[in-house]
């Protein structure tokens, strides 16, 4: 007989055998391919050679160069250090940090950059962290879910070492500051400033740092100061999932990841799907025959039967010729255990019975459940997306169905050959946009969001119904929503010839468009946010103005599209408070600062994409000279100097009227002035570019006016 200590031991060693071999299964990758780099597991999905991985964003580089191998993340020197089927990947990223002499003079500056837009960063797992006596820690990223920039950052500051002694594991802006991120950022840029050069606290902190890293790797103390400065990098969390699509949408498509005797969910504020192993089973979900049934007999604290000998393994499941409970005489054991054989001839019976059921009515059953779970999940939808809420502001405010039509999920699923991909026509973090062709043979563009803000819902009808009255030929017009889907479905018209970032930016420069066209584009633009600022019922902010927002048809006409970061203005208010949202390179720096947005936002922006179709760059390039990175900047210092030409597009310069283009860059130079009570309305852009088409294509019309007295120039040059 087993002693109890040997009992315990025996346990513990198959509980441990478990455990090990759970651990080998959840490892597995592809047969045939490397299961390891190093000291880390590569289970598929990933994999290190195209062979072994679901597609390139699974891709892991095994760096050979070092002493054990490296895992890294395709095109990159992102270091891998584990990876969970849960959906989560530990990867080592850069600290930031700038030194200073005890004078103030700059030694070192370092900033951390990473450019992983396969996947997330880990909300729930990862801070941002600042560590310093004089330091901001400042973090730029794109949002995944409403396809714009994020910018934030913290303080920390102290002004002697003893303040910091009694502060072991706190980072509340004493020597140590820490916020939340949200979820969806991608593609980090953290740098860290100090306001006074360190000066005050050179003799015992010279260096700030700044780091996004997961908390619980993480413990500030006084320590901390001397340990970053011998630290490279430290763990950040990545989240990942497969492709971009729910479980319900990828799940009948042919490309659907979750194998046998697994199922998929959907994770919480990320794009994608997850897939795991039923209960009763372990392993790898992505594998064929991945997921292994787990015999639960085998250890007693997985099974609720009186011995091993009276359980049954089944697939993930089990059962018990006799239940642990009483005898009637009190003895632990099952409640009138009868004899293992009548046991088994009753399952037996029993399960031939349920069989017979199950053949007669599966079919049946299942028809009915599918079609009343589709029908429960679409009025859940239409409901969770305002549905009911927009029919009953169709009927107060009497518009037509004509004017925004609500489409069914299955009229926009025909239209778009169920969202095959080769309709797509355009991608993003927003979402994806599909061309697709109605019953009626209309051509439409079908805007497919990744995710929704529940507690925008009213706003976002009220949007819908707004800007389906737009009646503007410069404006992509909305003809209608779906709502029966998780997210709601967009409908507009169908535009093209692409984006005026597609035609400014394109690598032949023959093909790009001349300055005439250019003009007017910009003309047209002008007038649509004039048009929304202060012509439509309710004033609408665009908040996204940037060429890839500006469509063109065969005609390169402008349109103006993509509201979904719109705001309406009531008409008590000049300015509304909200989330900071938009796209680097085009964010109105005082908005930035403040928060608070108005109409003169969108005249900053709007005075980027003036500088855009000057010069045919980009916003931002991270790969050009420092002083060339920030497009605004650079074409501010070259006003200044009076060497516009140097950066204006060389077929502008050549194909355009040279005083016609100076005035247009005179035009955008008070867009992006710093304060918005300095910079002109959209109405008055609008006029006075107008103007200059005009004067260009009646040169008669100088004869008659000089032209400092033109009213329809409305400002001199500065």
Same mark, same amino acid.
């Given at each position: 007989?087993?002693?109890?200590?040997? %009992?315990?031991?025996?346990?513990?060693?198959?509980?441990?055998?478990?455990?090990?071999?759970?651990?080998?299964?959840?490892?597995? =990758?592809?047969?045939?391919?490397?299961?390891?780099?190093?000291?880390?597991?590569?289970?598929?999905?990933?994999?290190?050679?195209?062979?072994?991985?679901?597609?390139?964003? $699974?891709?892991?580089?095994?760096?050979?160069? $070092?002493?054990?191998?490296?895992?890294?993340?395709?095109?990159?020197?992102?270091?891998?250090?584990?990876?969970?089927?849960?959906?989560?990947?530990?990867?080592?990223?850069?600290?930031? #940090?700038?030194?200073?002499?005890?004078?103030?003079?700059?030694?070192?500056?370092?900033?951390?950059?990473?450019?992983?837009?396969?996947?997330?960063?880990?909300?729930?797992?990862?801070?941002?962290?600042?560590?310093?006596?004089?330091?901001?820690?400042?973090?730029?990223?794109?949002? /995944?879910?409403?396809?714009?920039?994020?910018?934030?950052?913290? %303080?920390?500051?102290?002004?002697?070492?003893?303040?910091?002694?009694?502060?072991?594991?706190?980072?509340?802006?004493?020597?140590?500051?820490?916020?939340?991120?949200?979820?969806?950022?991608?593609?980090?840029?953290?740098?860290?400033?100090?306001?006074?050069?360190?000066?005050?606290?050179?003799?015992?902190?010279?260096?700030?740092?700044?780091?996004?890293? *997961?908390?619980?790797?993480?413990?500030?103390?006084?320590?901390?100061?001397? &340990?970053?400065?011998?630290?490279?990098?430290?763990?950040?969390?990545?989240?990942?999932?497969?492709?971009?699509?729910?479980?319900?949408?990828? &799940?009948?498509?042919?490309?659907?990841?979750?194998?046998?005797?697994?199922?998929?969910? *959907?994770?919480?504020?990320?794009?994608?799907?997850?897939?795991?192993?039923?209960?009763?089973?372990?392993?790898?979900?992505?594998?064929?025959?991945?997921?292994?049934?787990?015999?639960?007999?085998?250890?007693?604290?997985?099974?609720?039967?009186?011995?091993?000998?009276?359980?049954?393994?089944?697939?993930?499941?089990?059962?018990?010729?006799?239940?642990?409970? $009483?005898?009637?005489?009190?003895?632990?054991?099952?409640?009138g255990c009868i004899p293992n054989v009548i046991n088994v001839i009753g399952i037996c019976i029993i399960s031939g019975l349920t069989?017979?059921? $199950?053949?007669?009515?599966?079919?049946?059953?299942?028809?009915?459940?599918?079609?009343?779970?589709?029908?429960?999940?679409?009025?859940?939808?239409?409901?969770?997306?305002?549905?009911?809420?927009?029919?009953?502001?169709?009927?107060?405010?009497?518009?037509?169905?004509?004017?925004?039509?609500?489409?069914?999920?299955?009229?926009?699923?025909?239209?778009?050959?169920?969202?095959?991909?080769?309709?797509? %026509?355009?991608?993003?973090?927003?979402?994806?946009?599909?061309?697709?062709?109605?019953?009626?043979?209309?051509?439409?563009?079908?805007?497919?969001?990744?995710?929704?803000?529940?507690?925008?819902?009213?706003q976002f009808i009220n949007e819908v119904i707004i800007l389906s009255q737009i009646n503007h030929r410069n404006v992509v017009k909305?003809?209608?929503?779906?709502?029966?889907?998780?997210?709601?479905?967009?409908?507009?018209?169908?535009?093209?010839?692409?984006?005026?970032?597609?035609?400014?930016?394109?690598?032949?420069?023959?093909?790009?468009?001349?300055?005439?066209?250019?003009?007017?584009?910009?003309?047209?633009?002008?007038?649509?946010?004039?048009?929304?600022?202060?012509?439509?019922?309710?004033?609408?902010?665009?908040?996204?103005?940037?060429?890839?927002?500006?469509?063109?048809?065969?005609?390169?006409?402008?349109?103006?599209?993509?509201?979904?970061?719109?705001?309406?203005?009531?008409?008590?208010?000049?300015?509304?408070?909200?989330?900071?949202?938009?796209?680097?390179?085009?964010?109105?720096?005082?908005?930035?600062?403040?928060? #608070?947005?108005?109409?003169?936002?969108?005249?900053?922006?709007?005075?980027v994409v003036l500088v855009e179709l000057l010069t045919s760059k980009m916003a931002l390039t991270f790969d050009a000279p420092e &002083?060339?990175?920030?497009?605004?900047?650079?074409?501010?210092? !070259?006003?200044?100097?009076?060497?516009?030409?140097?950066?204006?597009?060389?077929?502008? =310069?050549?194909?355009?009227?040279?005083? #016609? %283009?100076?005035?247009?860059? /005179?035009?955008?130079?008070?867009?992006?002035?710093?304060?918005?009570?300095?910079?002109?309305?959209?109405?008055?852009?609008?006029?006075?570019?107008?103007?200059?088409?005009?004067?260009?294509?009646?040169?008669?019309? /100088?004869?008659?006016?000089?032209? &400092?007295?033109?009213?329809?120039?409305?400002?001199? !040059?500065?």
């Amino acid at each position: 007989m087993a002693t109890g200590g040997g %009992i315990i031991r025996s346990i513990l060693f198959s509980w441990a055998l478990f455990l090990a071999a759970a651990a080998v299964a959840a490892s597995q =990758a592809l047969p045939g391919c490397q299961d390891k780099c190093g000291e880390v597991s590569i289970p598929f999905p990933f994999g290190s050679t195209p062979s072994c991985y679901l597609n390139e964003n $699974f891709a892991i580089t095994c760096n050979h160069s $070092f002493s054990p191998p490296r895992p890294q993340l395709l095109g990159s020197d992102v270091v891998v250090t584990n990876i969970s089927l849960e959906g989560q990947l530990e990867m080592l990223n850069y600290v930031a #940090q700038d030194c200073y002499d005890p004078d103030g003079t700059l030694v070192m500056w370092i900033n951390s950059v990473l450019w992983a837009d396969m996947f997330t960063i880990s909300n729930d797992k990862n801070k941002l962290t600042g560590v310093g006596c004089d330091t901001e820690a400042i973090i730029t990223a794109e949002r /995944e879910d409403i396809g714009s920039g994020y910018f934030t950052g913290c %303080i920390s500051y102290c002004d002697k070492m003893e303040t910091t002694l009694d502060l072991n594991g706190s980072c509340s802006g004493i020597g140590c500051c820490q916020i939340s991120i949200p979820s969806g950022l991608k593609n980090l840029n953290i740098s860290v400033t100090s306001f006074n050069n360190h000066t005050n606290v050179s003799d015992f902190n010279p260096c700030g740092y700044a780091f996004v890293t *997961d908390e619980s790797k993480f413990s500030f103390s006084f320590k901390s100061f001397e &340990e970053l400065a011998n630290v490279e990098s430290l763990p950040l969390v990545l989240d990942w999932a497969i492709g971009n699509e729910t479980c319900m949408v990828a &799940e009948p498509k042919s490309g659907y990841a979750c194998k046998e005797n697994s199922i998929c969910y *959907d994770p919480v504020n990320r794009s994608g799907y997850i897939c795991k192993c039923k209960d009763g089973y372990y392993g790898n979900p992505y594998l064929h025959n991945g997921c292994q049934d787990i015999d639960e007999c085998k250890d007693s604290s997985l099974h609720n039967c009186n011995s091993e000998r009276d359980c049954v393994n089944t697939m993930g499941n089990y059962t018990c010729s006799c239940s642990k409970g $009483f005898h009637g005489d009190g003895r632990k054991g099952g409640i009138g255990c009868i004899p293992n054989v009548i046991n088994v001839i009753g399952i037996c019976i029993i399960s031939g019975l349920t069989v017979l059921v $199950f053949i007669v009515g599966s079919s049946w059953l299942l028809f009915i459940h599918k079609k009343r779970r589709l029908i429960k999940m679409k009025k859940k939808f239409f409901r969770q997306n305002g549905g009911f809420l927009l029919q009953q502001e169709l009927n107060e405010r009497q518009v037509s169905t004509e004017t925004v039509k609500i489409f069914t999920a299955e009229e926009l699923q025909k239209a778009t050959k169920n969202y095959d991909e080769s309709q797509i %026509i355009g991608k993003g973090g927003f979402g994806t946009v599909y061309k697709g062709m109605l019953k009626k043979g209309t051509k439409v563009a079908i805007k497919k969001s990744k995710v929704v803000d529940q507690s925008q819902i009213k706003q976002f009808i009220n949007e819908v119904i707004i800007l389906s009255q737009i009646n503007h030929r410069n404006v992509v017009k909305l003809l209608g929503c779906c709502l029966e889907t998780e997210v709601p479905l967009l409908v507009y018209e169908f535009v093209s010839n692409g984006t005026l970032s597609d035609h400014i930016h394109c690598e032949n420069k023959d093909r790009s468009i001349s300055w005439e066209i250019r003009l007017r584009i910009a003309t047209e633009s002008a007038q649509v946010l004039s048009y929304l600022h202060s012509a439509a019922s309710t004033p609408i902010i665009h908040r996204d103005v940037k060429p890839a927002n500006i469509l063109l048809d065969n005609n390169y006409t402008a349109k103006v599209s993509d509201f979904g970061a719109s705001r309406l203005v009531p008409l008590d208010q000049t300015q509304l408070s909200t989330l900071v949202q938009g796209t680097l390179g085009y964010l109105d720096p005082e908005y930035l600062q403040t928060s #608070q947005m108005n109409e003169k936002s969108d005249v900053y922006s709007f005075g980027v994409v003036l500088v855009e179709l000057l010069t045919s760059k980009m916003a931002l390039t991270f790969d050009a000279p420092e &002083e060339e990175r920030n497009l605004t900047n650079y074409f501010l210092k !070259s006003m200044r100097a009076g060497d516009l030409f140097q950066i204006v597009d060389e077929k502008v =310069a050549k194909g355009g009227d040279i005083r #016609q %283009i100076k005035q247009v860059a /005179e035009v955008a130079k008070r867009c992006l002035r710093v304060k918005s009570d300095e910079r002109p309305t959209m109405k008055e852009v609008a006029i006075e570019l107008e103007g200059l088409r005009m004067r260009h294509q009646h040169p008669w019309a /100088e004869v008659a006016v000089n032209q &400092e007295e033109t009213p329809i120039i409305m400002y001199t !040059s500065e």
